[in-house]
């Protein structure tokens, strides 16, 4: 048994010694995610390469590791305080905009100019609108399953929802941005997972993540459930 050292789990990644092996049964049993896997299924924690290294941070609070009837899968929400913030100031916003609408036919001004004005503030209105329900009310979730990896917002529909066959996968990398509020100055770093394919070509994956560490992560957790099914690929 002395080759169970080099095992990780295809859930998780977490490394897999001796002790978690149940000879009765002929399996392992992972002491971080429960899940119970013949031998014949785990990966050599070798074939992840470098720099990856099992997970043995642990899992950020943010970040729930379930397994359903299709397998394995992380979730998160997006919810922040922030977001109730603007919930309320598009309560307030989309109300002004009644109010000016009722109070149109009194204008004295072209409704046809009021009119214009009244639709391109509504949309922006609308669109802060969805931008804090979603926020309050949407959770992200990834897997890998039958070839595939999955990345789903829901349960709103958002940009970046995706399907992307692993055999593409070459590698993933973590890119810090920041942003600057051209009235304070103040800038706000947050970071993005990438993924680079096979044919050379990088392509966004996961935007405005909580922290660095978050997205290392989710994508440490990717290759390792990759390495499980054979297609390990590299963290930049």
């Known amino acids: 048994m002395a080759q169970l050292e080099l095992l990780v789990c295809p859930s998780c990644s977490q490394v897999l010694t001796r002790g978690d092996y149940d000879e009765k049964r002929g399996q392992l049993s992972c002491p971080r995610c429960a899940t119970s896997v013949p031998l014949a299924r785990l990966a050599p924690a070798a074939s992840l390469g470098q720099p990856v290294q099992p997970l043995d941070s642990p899992l950020p609070r943010e970040i729930e590791l379930a397994r359903d009837e299709r397998g394995p899968v992380l979730r998160w929400r997006w919810f922040q305080p922030l977001f109730w913030v603007l919930a ?13 609408f009722v109070g149109i036919d009194g204008s004295r001004a072209p409704h046809g100019l009021m009119y214009s004005l009244l639709a391109l503030f509504g949309a922006a209105g609308l669109a802060l609108s969805y931008l804090a329900l979603a926020g309050l009310v949407n959770s992200s979730s990834i897997r890998v399953q039958r070839g595939e990896l999955e990345v789903r917002h829901a349960p ?48 966004r994956l996961l935007q405005h993540g909580q922290s660095e560490a978050h997205m290392r992560w989710i994508a440490r957790w990717i290759e390792g459930e990759l390495a499980a099914r054979g297609a390990p690929p590299s963290e930049g």
Request: charge should be positive; charged fraction near 25%; avoid cysteine.
């Open 156 to 203: 709103l529909p958002w940009f970046g929802t995706a399907r992307m066959a692993t055999s593409e996968i070459a590698s993933f990398d973590v890119r810090r941005r920041e942003s600057r509020d051209s009235r304070t100055g103040r800038r706000t770093a947050f970071h993005e997972l990438w993924l680079t394919t096979t044919a050379g070509r990088s392509r």
């Open 88 to 100: 309320a100031v598009g309560v307030m916003w989309n109300g002004a905009l009644l109010l000016w």
